[in-house]
C-alpha cells in the first residue's frame, strides 16, 4: 500500500500547527506575561502594590485591580464620562464627556492612580 501526498492537506495542515501554536501567545498578550505583571507591580508606590494585592484574587488580575481603581477615579473627577482607551504603561488615558468631547488624562501610578494632567482633545 503507497500513500500519496496531498498538496492541498499540507498547506492546511502547516496552517492549523500555527494557529494552535500562536493560540496561547495571542491569549497571553491581553494582559501581558507573568514578568511584565511583575514589573508594572513594582512601578507601584509600596502602599499601593500592598491594596492591589490585597483585593487581587477570586479571579482579579493586578492588571484588572488596577483598571478598576483607575476608572473609579476618572468617574470621580469626570462624572458620566465614557472611557476610550487606557494606556497604563504610560499614564494616559482618553474620555468622552457628556457633552462629546474628548479628554486625554495623565495619571501618575506612584501617587496612587492620581490624575494629574489634563488635554483637551480638539
Known amino acids: 500500500m503507497s500513500f500519496r501526498r496531498s498538496r492541498i492537506a499540507s498547506p492546511a495542515l502547516a496552517g492549523l500547527v500555527v494557529a494552535?501554536?500562536?493560540?496561547?501567545?495571542?491569549?497571553q498578550s491581553s494582559m501581558g506575561s507573568r514578568e511584565f505583571q511583575a514589573a508594572e507591580l513594582n512601578e507601584l508606590a509600596p502602599d499601593l502594590?500592598?491594596?492591589v494585592m490585597r483585593r487581587a484574587g477570586e479571579g482579579n488580575t493586578p492588571r484588572g485591580v488596577l483598571e478598576?481603581?483607575?476608572?473609579?477615579?476618572?468617574?470621580?473627577?469626570?462624572p458620566a464620562?465614557?472611557?476610550?482607551?487606557?494606556d497604563m504603561g504610560r499614564g494616559v488615558a482618553?474620555?468622552?464627556?457628556?457633552?462629546?468631547?474628548?479628554?486625554?488624562?495623565?495619571?501618575?501610578?506612584?501617587?496612587?492612580?492620581?490624575?494629574?494632567?489634563?488635554?483637551?482633545?480638539?
Do not use: C, D, H, W
Open 49 to 51: 502594590r500592598a491594596e
Open 20 to 27: 494552535a501554536f500562536a493560540l496561547p501567545a495571542a491569549a
Open 81 to 86: 464620562s465614557r472611557i476610550v482607551a487606557v
Open 94 to 122: 482618553v474620555i468622552q464627556t457628556p457633552e462629546k468631547q474628548l479628554k486625554a488624562l495623565t495619571f501618575n501610578k506612584q501617587q496612587g492612580l492620581q490624575l494629574v494632567g489634563e488635554v483637551t482633545l480638539q
Open 68 to 78: 478598576v481603581m483607575l476608572l473609579n477615579a476618572m468617574q470621580t473627577r469626570f
